[in-house]
Nanobody, 115 residues
Framework: QVQLVESGGGLVQAGGSLRLSCAAS????????MAWYRQAPGKSRELVAA???????NYADSVKGRFTISRDNAKNTVYLQMNGLKPEDTATYYC?????????WGQGTQVTVSS
């Protein structure tokens, strides 16, 4: 089974940037859609961005224009470039397929944006 490990989170000030990485233990060539999700305390997990194996992307309205999802199948890695971060972006970020698979949820990476 594929294992996904997120990294790249941290504490930043509003307006700052972070680049998250999602490293897969095995090839993701066969995975059609990879995605980033996030969950803030007291809130349900939400889909942030998704990307197909062909490079087609979709974003939540709240991050559109600020976040960019990309994938490097050769490196078995999915990225999320986050620019213009806002305090409301504070959450634990996870990667998974879309639709998600329960066995793919990892530890996530914490993103905290201060005002």
């Amino acid at each position: 089974q594929v294992q996904l490990v997120e990294s790249g989170g941290g504490l930043v000030q509003a307006g700052g940037s972070l680049r998250l990485s999602c490293a897969a233990s095995r090839s993701i060539f066969s995975i059609n859609i990879m995605a980033w999700y996030r969950q803030a305390p007291g809130k349900s997990r939400e889909l942030v961005a998704a990307i197909t194996d062909g490079g087609r992307t979709n974003y939540a309205d709240s991050v559109k224009g600020r976040f960019t999802i990309s994938r490097d199948n050769a490196k078995n890695t999915v990225y999320l470039q986050m620019n213009g971060l806002k305090p409301e972006d504070t959450a634990t970020y996870y990667c998974n397929t879309h639709p998600s698979r329960v066995e793919y949820w990892g530890q996530g990476t914490q993103v905290t944006v201060s005002s």
